[in-house]
């Protein structure tokens, strides 16, 4: 079946830095995306690796390695407004042919002053 | 910016009674997605429409639950009849086959069954 583990919360300061990590179980692996989602507010798409290695979008950067089953968001310069869930998905496929997106449980990302 | 539209943004009905949730997805966008939210269980993929052709509805009750797209600007998700552990909120997200795979998702209908 699939899983995806990632940490439940995560605190930090204003102007730090932090990782999220992701590990997953799947089959027919496509790639991994991250979504940011505030209270009350709908999923907002922040990332997608589909090869190994690191993406970069401003202060938010991803990471993958198809052979750990393992990907990170790395979050620089933390703001309050970073305080969110994040979410990591996978895109994979269990029939074949549908691929479709599985999301983890998410974690709380939570910017102190 | 393009947005998807879901309808209604709040509903609370009776437990036995119909509900119709409605998704507009972005114009152009072929893939469309229902997920339910719930604290207990996260986001839970519910169907998933590829050009209107539904290829995976698996995590969906079919007892009570259907998923249709009468067109490419409509796609409707029914409960019936709702239960109160139906409580949610359901997202509609659509996207298109291509480099980022970025789903936009609506703002979601937050469904109450008493």
């Known amino acids: 079946g699939q899983s995806l583990e990632q940490p439940s919360e995560v605190t930090a300061v204003e102007g730090a830095i932090v990782q999220i990590n992701c590990t997953y179980q799947t089959s027919g692996f496509y790639g991994l995306s991250w979504y940011q989602q505030h209270d009350g507010g709908a999923p907002t798409f922040l990332s997608y690796?589909?090869?190994?290695g690191l993406e970069e979008t401003g202060r938010f950067s991803s990471f993958l390695s198809r052979s750990d089953s393992y990907g990170y968001l790395l979050l620089q310069e933390l703001q309050m407004k970073d305080s969110a869930s994040y979410f990591c998905a996978v895109r994979d496929s269990l029939s074949g042919s549908a691929r479709q997106l599985t999301f983890g449980s998410g974690t709380q990302l939570t910017v102190l002053p | 910016d393009a947005r998807v539209t879901q309808t209604p943004r709040h509903k609370v009905t009776e437990m036995g009674q119909e509900v119709t949730m409605r998704c507009q997805p972005i114009?152009?966008?072929?893939?469309v997605f229902w997920y339910r939210q719930t604290m207990m269980q996260g986001l839970e993929l519910l169907a998933y429409?590829?050009?209107?052709?539904?290829?995976?509805d698996s995590g969906m009750p079919k007892d009570r639950f259907s998923a249709e797209m009468p067109d490419a600007t409509l796609a409707t998700l029914k409960i019936q009849p709702s239960e109160p552990r139906d409580s949610a909120v359901y997202f509609c997200?659509?996207?298109?086959?291509?480099?980022?795979?970025?789903?936009?998702f609506g703002s979601g209908t937050r469904l109450t069954v008493v």
């Open positions: 997200a659509s996207g298109s086959t291509g480099a980022n795979y970025g789903y936009t």
């Open positions: 690796n589909a090869l190994d």
């Open positions: 429409f590829r050009n209107r052709a539904p290829l995976d």
């Open positions: 114009l152009g966008h072929n893939t």
